[in-house]
Each structure stands twice: as structure tokens, then as C-alpha cells.
């Protein structure tokens, strides 16, 4: 099985558009896995069921037994993310703000703090609606450990196209270069680098593209609204015959993106231009690049 990676360096590239276009072109032939944990929205396109539904527990936070706890005070005063509230006199934890040290359960004197599994999101499989199944999650508000949240999407990702004799995972990853991004990276055949136009975006590209190499893995470039600047569209070319990364192909901007995406539709699905034919294209350009 081959995983490719879809990332951009920055948000609002049009990654997840084109990654879940690339997912409808696809169909039955693949798995898809919405790795973007912390801002996940490909379900918005792709209409999965939610049928197999787990928490996901990471990390650890800290609780006061009140009915234990003399409120000496100590705990408030060795917590350095003032996760201790004082509320109706009683000593509390705020959950989003303790970081699960276990400091404030070593001074307890009596023995009223104990740390606790965290939940910290969901973890879903979904029969979507190309017939196919979407592995994706949702990190709750606030929440750590992304990282974690991303490498057990992937791994079920990859029981289910084993089981199921699927050639490709499609993975739409975070954007930057984080944890969540590294996670993602890990173990793919293939990354699709999405980019724009812009001084971030050039940027942007450049510092994920490092990332890449340190993985050593083929990488193609897929510029997204290349007409709306000439010049820094041709600095980018020029950034990729340098570091001999594939440019798949240059879309034009265009307004369908955000219509699409409205309708709850994939571009292919909404524009019938020449945009979809570059996409489709792109799509097959791209199994080619990862299994040769």
C-alpha cells in the first residue's frame, strides 16, 4: 500500500479542496485519512457516517477529591499553570489548564489528588459517500497530544487498506510543521505540497519542504492560484527545479473553490472546466510518482 500525504506550509492553500477532490477521483481505490486533527473538515465534503466512534485518551490531569481535601492551599501554591481555582472556598482543578505534572499530588498531604486519563478527542470510522472509508478524528477544544491523535489515525488507516486490498491511503495533513505534521509524514511514500502565490506562502513552502527532506521522501508541488501573482508563481517554479521536486501543475484562482465547498462538494464534483481536467490529471500524475 502507498501513502500520500497531502500538506501545504500554511492554511488556506486550498489543501483540504484538493485533497478531498483527489479522494472523490479515487472512489472505492482508497483509504482516506483526515490527519488535520485539529481543525479536521474534510468531513464537510465527503459526508462520512460516523459509524464507528472511539474517545481518545492521552496524557493525564489532575483531581481533588473534596470530600479528602483540608484545602491547606499547598496544591495552589506549586502549580506554575494556575491550574488551581479556589471556587465556594474548595480547592478545584480546572482540566484545560493542568498540564497532568502530578506536582500538586506529590505535596497533598492527605492524599486528595489523583491523576486521571485525559480525553482529549474522538477517533472515527466512517463509510463515506464514494463508497470507500475515511479514517478521521477530532481533537477536543484546548486539547494536547495531536501528535498521538494523528500517528492512531494513520495506523488505522493503514489495518483498514490492508484488510480491504486498497493500493493507496490519500492523507490530508496539517498544515506548518509541527508534531501533528511529523506524524503524518511518518511512513509516506509519497507528499503532495500545496502552495500559493504569496510571500507566506513561498515561505511556507520552503520551511515544510525542509521538514521533508529530513524524511527523504518525493515530494510534487501543486501551486494553487498561480495567475493571481505572475512573479513570486514564477519563484516558486524556480524553488523546485532547485530542490528537484515535481511541479505537478498550477491552478488558476477561482471563486468554484469556495462555492464548492458551500455546497458541500468536492471542485471536480461543482466545476466542470478545464479545473477539474487539471486536477484529474494531477491525481494521475501523482500515482504514477509514488510507485515508481
Known sequence: MNEIVVISGKGGTGKTSICASFAYI????????DCDVDAADMH??????????????????ALIDPNICTNCGKCFDVCRFNAVKIID??????????????YCARVCPVDAITNNP???????????????????????????????????????????????????????????VGCPVVSSLSGAKFVVLVTEPSVSGIHDLKRVYELVKKFRIKAGCIINKADINKENTQKIIDFLKKES????????????????????????????????????????????????
Open 118 to 176: 485525559a480525553k482529549v478527542g474522538h477517533r472515527y470510522i466512517s463509510k463515506i459517500r464514494t463508497g470507500t472509508y475515511m479514517v478521521h478524528a477530532k481533537l477536543g477544544t484546548g486539547a494536547d497530544n495531536s501528535g498521538k491523535l494523528v500517528t492512531k489515525v494513520k495506523n488505522e488507516a493503514k489495518i483498514l487498506a490492508k484488510e480491504q486490498n486498497k493500493e493507496f491511503i490519500i492523507i490530508d495533513g496539517s498544515p506548518g
Open 26 to 33: 479515487a472512489g472505492e481505490n482508497v483509504i482516506v485519512a
Open 89 to 102: 472556598n474548595q480547592h478545584n482543578i480546572k482540566e484545560v489548564d493542568c498540564e497532568g505534572c502530578g
Open 245 to 292: 521536486i515535481t511541479h505537478i501543475t498550477s491552478l488558476p484562482y477561482n471563486e468554484n473553490f469556495t462555492k464548492a465547498m458551500t455546497n458541500g462538494k468536492t471542485i471536480v464534483e461543482y466545476d466542470k472546466s478545464e479545473l477539474k481536467e487539471k486536477i484529474i490529471k494531477a491525481w494521475n500524475q501523482i500515482k504514477t510518482l509514488t510507485i515508481t
Open 44 to 61: 464537510l465534503l465527503l459526508e462520512p457516517d460516523f459509524g464507528n466512534a472511539e474517545e481518545f485518551y492521552s496524557g493525564e490531569f
